[in-house]
């Protein structure tokens, strides 16, 4: 099976910056796409940033600017830089991967989530 392992999550203040980092391990043959995503309490989980294997990025609209994702390949690892953080952007946030296992076979795993908290 495939693991998500994130760390990064801490406290920081308004304007500082963070980065969050997810390894995947396990039987992996092919990652198409990591990302993450967040979810403040009584919130809805969305999506914040994503990366494919084609090297196409998204980013939710409050993020845009501030946020930066990467991959390196070698590693089977995601990373989110965030800058010039909000008090909004106060959440959990969960590391997402569509991977292949083999040829015909995939799956979209989650982490287990890491807290962000931007507070003064």
């Known amino acids: 099976q495939v693991q998500l392992v994130e760390s990064g999550g801490g406290l920081v203040q308004p304007g500082g910056s963070l980065t969050l980092s997810c390894a995947a391990s396990?039987?992996?043959?092919?990652?198409?796409?990591m990302g993450w995503y967040r979810q403040a309490p009584g919130k809805e989980r969305e999506l914040v940033a994503s990366?494919?294997?084609?090297?196409?990025?998204n980013y939710a609209d409050s993020v845009k600017g501030r946020f930066s994702i990467s991959r390196d390949n070698a590693a089977n690892t995601a990373y989110l830089q965030m800058n010039t953080l909000k008090p909004d952007d106060t959440a959990v946030y969960f590391c997402?991967?569509?991977?292949?296992?083999?040829?015909?076979?995939?799956?979209?795993?989650w982490g287990q989530g890491t807290q962000v908290t931007v507070s003064s």
């Open positions: 997402n991967a569509y991977i292949y296992s083999d040829t015909s076979h995939w799956n979209v795993y």
């Open positions: 396990g039987s992996i043959f092919r990652i198409v796409s």
């Open positions: 990366v494919n294997a084609g090297g196409g990025f």
